[in-house]
């Protein structure tokens, strides 16, 4: 085989790999962001008042096994106004009723 043909193979096989990897990390991002939100419906935290701690919400700092998201998804559904945190570190699903209704993060 001609090695440009073969330069030509690796090149679109490792370009194959990365896109690949990046659609599986944005799948297993998008699915911590919904498994957070019906955490939250499932506990019944909908509003300020019936708010609840997450045991996910800092970082472990022994990092053994798959990756954990949790944190950082939850960092980012508050930012982007998903999710409601109180003053004492309790958090809640906002109302997506309103202006958030056609959140996405995709």
């Known amino acids: 085989m ?22 599986i990390n944005i799948w297993r991002i998008k699915r911590t ?10 506990r019944g935290a909908v509003d300020f008042r019936s708010a609840v701690a997450l045991p996910y919400e800092k970082q472990s700092i022994l990092k053994f096994g798959m990756k954990d998201y949790r944190p950082k998804a939850l960092e980012f559904l508050v930012a982007n106004g ?11 699903l906002r109302d997506t009723s309103g ?4 959140f996405s993060p995709f």
Do not use: H
């Open 2 to 23: 001609d090695e440009r043909i073969q330069i030509a193979l690796v090149v679109s096989g490792l370009l194959c790999a990365v896109w690949i990897s990046r659609k």
């Open 33 to 42: 962001y919904l498994s957070i939100m019906s955490d939250l419906e499932k």
């Open 82 to 92: 998903v999710v409601g945190k109180t003053g004492d570190g309790k958090y809640y």
């Open 99 to 102: 202006s958030n209704s056609s």
